[in-house]
């Protein structure tokens, strides 16, 4: 079921579909996109030749074809930094969880199993090492709140300067399996790439200290969740909790689902409404900005502004400039 609103010349309309098959009418005809689920092939875009930009309103544009937009001249526009504080508070609430217990703790309590409490299961964070992989908007206020824990924070990140990390009174480390191999939690906030999936197996997996604790509030193809499921089996990791799985939905018959010590939330870790304003906000700008033939800054891939189609808009807002 559509709905269509209407602001002075702007015809805005909320397709509530999901599916390529459900978008694709509406979007035909649209000279601007923005996306909360869903996806974008290269195909529907080739079939879409009015439309000038995609929004998406967060950081992950792996469900949006690209490069094939790029080529097209048709700028991809993210929100960077709006959705981080939300974010970044998800992955201490799923820490907290773990650290103190509270899963088995809240299910003993409710059958009268008062005497759970004298498992001394539940730990402080103080004086813990924490592991970030990836330090970007997300990996800094995590950071931050790990120190307000007086935990000890390690950081690794290839794309950033190892003195920008120190500015941040974290410790960088030259490798993944340093992190692995240090810190008693790793939280992963890298984007989904050729070089990150599967990034957590067996092989890292079995690096990491025994008992430690793995959160994941990036993206589900990070980790490789037959490998997770026989590490938390065998007790290698006490803990994983993960804010999204590989398929979305979950699949309820991943055998991940059926351990006390893993936790999974429905990808909600940036859904607060704080957040989800600040991005909506976001991406209309951008939307309008680029409507408007403007460059604006925050988009995916910068090299948009370089291609012919671009080019040629740019150009034809000069020309219009210059008769006025």
């Not at 490798?175 to 092989?203: F, P, Q, W, Y």
């Not at 460059?295 to 034809?316: A, C, F, G, I, T």
Request: charged share 25%.
């Amino acid at each position: 079921m559509r709905k269509l609103y209407t602001f002075d010349d702007i015809s805005v309309t909320v397709a509530n579909e999901d599916t390529p098959e459900g978008i694709l009418p509406y979007l035909v005809d649209a000279d601007a996109f923005i996306l909360r689920v869903g996806s974008v092939s290269g195909d529907m875009l080739r079939m879409c030749n009015k439309l000038k930009v995609i929004a998406r309103p967060g950081v992950g544009v792996d469900t949006i074809a690209v490069s094939e937009a790029t080529a097209m001249g048709i700028p991809v526009v993210i929100t960077p930094g709006e959705n981080s504080r939300s974010v970044a508070e998800h992955v201490f609430a799923l820490l907290l969880s773990v650290s103190k217990n509270l899963f088995e703790s809240r299910k003993e309590a409710l059958l009268g199993n008062y005497s759970v409490r004298n498992k001394y299961r539940s730990f402080e964070l103080y004086g813990k090492t924490i592991g970030i992989v990836g330090f970007g908007h997300i990996g800094k206020l995590v950071a931050k709140i790990a120190q307000g824990f007086g935990m000890q924070v390690y950081a690794y990140d290839p794309f950033v300067k190892k003195s920008v990390i120190e500015e941040q009174g974290v410790i960088p480390v030259s490798s993944l399996v340093d992190i692995l191999e240090k810190c008693k939690v790793v939280t992963l906030h890298v984007a989904s790439t050729e070089e990150t999936r599967g990034m957590i197996r067996k092989e890292t997996l079995y690096m990491m200290q025994d008992d430690s604790i793995l959160i994941n509030c990036a993206r589900g193809d990070l980790v490789n969740e037959e490998d997770l499921y026989v590490a938390l089996k065998e007790g290698k990791l006490m803990a994983a909790a993960e804010d999204m799985m590989a398929k979305e939905p979950f699949d309820l018959s991943s055998p991940l689902l059926t351990l006390d010590n893993f936790i999974a939330t429905p990808h909600m870790a940036a859904l607060t409404g704080e957040s989800a304003a600040r991005c909506a906000i976001k991406a209309v700008e951008g939307v309008m900005a680029v409507l408007h033939k403007n460059e604006w800054p925050y988009v995916y891939d910068k090299k948009v502004y370089q291609s012919s189609s671009w080019l040629e808009r740019k150009e034809e807002k000069s020309d219009a400039d210059a008769d006025r």
